[in-house]
């Protein structure tokens, strides 16, 4: 015999090898296909420890349904509360040294900006989101579009240039030939929405989720166009935290059929 294993033999090595290394890679890489259907950790490992996250302030409610059924899938894992503001307002903290196991910007270019500070290998889209014109509930001052803002009687704001809301504001303002002088420029969005709610403004461009977790607070007025300033949500598991197993592991659960479902009923759109 030339002790050559039998094809059989030398086909059942083969699979075993693939599967090993399969389970040495540990997780899916975030630019190939999205994680499990189900939302399970792909690795097949449990994991624990705590996870810090930290995320654009257009994602709170979503979020944190989302760190909520990701704990109840995991229950050796401690999900911290999550750190929401501006995305450059994060971006900037983690770059200086906050401590941080996942991202999860409002745009690729806040985005960009961490991954190329050596924080995070790669990252990945995992939703969208469109500008609305917000305004008291019920619309006093009758706002049908952009150039309406212009009114000189209207107390306007928006957020500030560096943030992915206002990036999007201007980009929907400059299109439409709108020039505007807000009373002032936020540092996230939802600081936009507060004062509208509160009355201290008329009007303010936010992301029609927050109109829509906002309820009957408030009325929200479709922009025309508004798809041609779409922001895309990237998420990324950094690489200097403390959980980077788990950080994988949240960061394919968002990606999952599962998560995108918490996504959607939240009124994001697919990546």
């Known amino acids: 015999m030339s002790g050559r294993p039998a094809p059989r033999e030398r086909a059942s090595r083969s699979v075993a090898v693939a599967a090993g290394a399969l389970a040495l890679s540990g997780v899916i890489a975030l630019s190939g296909c999205t994680a499990a259907d189900d939302g399970q950790s792909v690795s097949g490992d449990e994991i624990g420890g705590t996870l810090t996250v930290?995320?654009?302030?257009?994602?709170?409610?979503a979020f944190d349904e989302l760190a909520a059924q990701f704990g109840a899938r995991h229950p050796d894992i401690d999900v911290l509360p999550i750190s929401y503001d501006g995305s450059s307002v994060l971006a900037t903290q983690?770059?200086?040294?906050?401590?941080?196991d996942v991202f999860a910007a409002a745009d690729e270019s806040?985005?960009?900006?961490?991954?190329?500070a050596g924080l995070a290998d790669e990252s990945a889209p995992f939703a969208t989101n469109t500008l609305q014109i917000?305004?008291?509930?019920?619309?006093?001052?009758?706002?049908?579009r952009l150039d309406d803002l212009t009114?000189?009687?209207?107390?306007?704001?928006?957020?500030?240039?560096?943030?992915?809301c206002g990036s999007a504001s201007r980009?929907?303002?400059d299109a439409a030939g709108v020039t505007l002088a807000p009373a002032s420029e936020e540092q996230n969005v939802t600081a936009?929405?507060?004062?509208?709610?509160?009355?201290?403004?008329?009007?303010?461009?936010?992301?029609?989720?927050?109109?829509?977790?906002?309820?009957?607070?408030?009325?929200?007025i479709a922009i025309d166009g508004a798809e041609e300033a779409t922001?895309?949500?990237?998420l990324a598991a950094l690489e200097g935290g403390s959980n980077l197993k788990g950080a994988h592991a949240f960061v394919e659960f968002v990606r999952s059929d599962a998560g995108q479902k918490v996504l959607a009923d939240f009124g994001f759109g697919a990546p």
């Open 192 to 220: 936009v929405l507060a004062k509208v709610r509160s009355g201290e403004a008329d009007a303010g461009l936010v992301y029609q989720t927050d109109v829509a977790a906002a309820g009957s607070a408030v009325t929200g």
């Open 110 to 116: 806040t985005m960009a900006k961490v991954v190329e």
């Open 134 to 144: 917000v305004t008291a509930a019920g619309n006093p001052h009758r706002i049908d």
């Open 94 to 100: 983690l770059i200086a040294g906050a401590p941080a």
């Open 171 to 173: 980009a929907l303002l």
């Open 151 to 164: 009114q000189p009687e209207l107390t306007v704001i928006v957020c500030a240039p560096e943030a992915p």
């Open 54 to 61: 930290y995320a654009a302030a257009s994602l709170t409610g």
């Open 231 to 234: 922001n895309t949500y990237p």
